[in-house]
């Protein structure tokens, strides 16, 4: 906790007291939030987050790290109420070390404002932190190495609603690799209490966009769950 939020944690708490001293033992509360909380609380995620990016390090535990330019650890607001994950970092995510950046990107970055959000609301990763030459699909042993962490930035972040993007992401997330996308998008999974849902990727709205309204039907459920209404 930072010294700002130690000040209105006794604030709180002499406000407490003076109403216990009233004879008040029991005080009406909302826990109703608005879309974004105004006190901001990241920095102790950040300081786990940056934890995590030193422990990753100049990885060479798996065979993408040959070929990569730059690791792309994920960006975003430690505190997101939504959390996206994809599958991998492209051609310019590699030269940014940023997720998300090239054209498919640009779509997500339109979806999620379409949503009432802000990109730097959000917060943004990929199951594979190193380019996988040509694009290739990312292989089992490849998975298997990165996936401890994203499992540990779920784990700080902790948002309230997990959206996954693409095949990839699917299966990875929720470990099991026979999960179809086409025939499950749209619905809730739950990934340790935390409920996920899984949409198409971004770069195949871009070769397929007569399926973009389903991917919008699956992001108001995801607004609904967070009670985010957009005007
Ligand atoms: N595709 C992904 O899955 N992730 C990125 O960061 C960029 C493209
Ligand atoms: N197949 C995939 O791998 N991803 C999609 O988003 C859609 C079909």
Redesign the pocket.
């Known amino acids: 906790m930072g010294t700002q939020e130690a000040e209105i944690f006794e604030d709180l708490k002499k406000i407490l007291r003076y109403y216990e001293a009233l004879g008040i033992d029991n005080i009406p509360v909302s826990l109703e939030r608005d879309q974004y909380i105004d006190i901001d609380f990241s920095g102790d995620k950040n300081i786990l987050l940056d934890g995590l990016r030193e422990e990753i390090g100049d990885c060479t535990r798996c065979k993408l790290s040959k070929h990569r330019k730059k690791i792309v650890f994920g960006e975003g607001n430690p505190n997101a109420r939504l959390m996206f994950i994809g599958e991998a970092p492209g051609r310019e995510e590699d030269n940014q070390g940023m997720p998300f950046v090239g054209e498919a990107g640009m779509l997500l970055t339109r979806l999620i404002e379409k949503m009432g959000l802000k990109r730097n609301n959000v917060y943004i990763a990929n199951i594979i932190k190193c380019r996988p030459p040509m694009n290739r699909d990312p292989e089992e042993d490849e998975i298997k190495t990165c996936r401890v962490f994203i499992e540990r930035q779920i784990e700080i972040i902790m948002p309230e609603v997990i959206i996954t ?4 992401a699917l299966q990875s997330v929720m470990n099991n690799p026979v999960l179809k ?2 025939s499950v ?1 749209g619905n809730f999974f739950e990934y340790k209490g935390i409920p996920l849902m899984p ?3 971004p ?3 871009l070769r ?1 966009p007569k ?1 973009k309204w389903l991917t919008w039907t699956d992001m108001q459920k995801v607004m609904q769950r967070l009670k985010i209404e957009i005007n």
């Open positions: 993007l693409g095949r990839i996308i086409t998008r949409t198409f990727h770069a195949y709205l397929n399926d």
